[in-house]
């Protein structure tokens, strides 16, 4: 079974910038994607960015051209870059991650609140 461990959290002025790590930890598996959601207070999760083992990306639009998504495949770590950010990315952040061991299987970490100070 695969575990998730994320970083990188905190409170942070608006305009200023975070990087949020997601490393993936077990045995006997591969990644295909792996993913940032959030949840906002009274909101419902969405999604961020994502990036398979290819090397797509995709991005929220509100996102776009401001948080960047990559990937350490030796260390099986994710990374989200934020940059530029508002108070209206105030939200929890959840790693996503599908991992291939006997079956395909998508695991989500424990969660990272963002906090931005307008």
């Known amino acids: 079974q695969v575990q998730l461990a994320e970083s990188g959290g905190g409170l942070v002025q608006a305009g200023g910038s975070l990087r949020l790590s997601c490393a993936a930890s077990?045995?006997?598996?591969?990644?295909?994607?792996m993913a940032w959601y959030r949840q906002a207070l009274g909101k419902q999760r969405e999604l961020v960015a994502a990036?398979?083992?290819?090397?797509?990306?995709n991005y929220a639009d509100s996102v776009k051209g401001r948080f960047t998504i990559s990937r350490d495949n030796a260390k099986n770590t994710v990374y989200l870059q934020m940059n530029s950010l508002k108070p209206e990315d105030t939200a929890v952040y959840y790693c996503?991650?599908?991992?291939?061991?006997?079956?395909?299987?998508?695991?989500w970490g424990q969660g990272t609140q963002v906090t931005v100070s307008s």
């Open positions: 077990g045995s006997g598996f591969s990644i295909n994607v």
């Open positions: 990036l398979t083992s290819s090397g797509n990306s």
């Open positions: 996503n991650v599908l991992y291939t061991s006997t079956i395909p299987r998508w695991t």
